[in-house]
């Protein structure tokens, strides 16, 4: 078995996951800059394939403002063809709309891709509300 460098997929995992929350929080449109025409994201059981979909739909979320909580951040690291590895992210939390008065528990798995070094893109990206 391959031995890697436990700190770096955790610590892209968390820089990652720093930024991705703080722009869905304060700058949704900039999020479209994660993602490429291969993207594809699972959405509450929907799926939206690339850059424009994945936009709108976050653009079109029935809520303006909101603040994310992070609970978790679990990371590995993944093999992708031509050797480069990617980074699964897994974020467990909770997501208070403004206005409302109990926040919404939520899971989010990423699958990272780098693209230059030190850069990733988001490739995969699967999000659920979690009920009960």
């Known amino acids: 078995m391959a031995q890697t460098n436990k ?3 955790e610590d892209v995992a968390s820089a990652f996951v ?3 929350y703080h722009l869905f929080d304060n700058d949704r449109p900039s999020l479209s800059t994660l993602y490429n025409p291969t993207s594809l ?3 509450e059981g ?3 394939y690339g850059v424009e979909d994945i936009s ?6 029935p809520f303006d403002q909101c603040r994310h909580s992070i609970s978790t951040v679990d990371s590995q690291p993944s093999s992708i063809a031509g050797g480069c590895g990617g980074i699964i992210v897994f974020v467990s939390g909770s997501l208070q709309l403004h206005g409302e008065d109990h926040p919404l528990r939520f899971s989010q798995t990423f699958h990272l891709i ?3 070094q030190g ?3 988001v490739q995969n990206e699967m999000f659920r509300l ?3």
């Open 7 to 9: 700190g770096i997929e």
């Open 18 to 20: 720093n930024h991705y």
């Open 41 to 43: 994201l699972t959405f």
């Open 46 to 48: 929907q799926k939206i």
């Open 56 to 61: 709108n739909k976050l653009k079109q979320l």
């Open 114 to 116: 780098p693209v230059l």
């Open 119 to 121: 850069s990733f893109f």
């Open 130 to 132: 979690n009920y009960g």
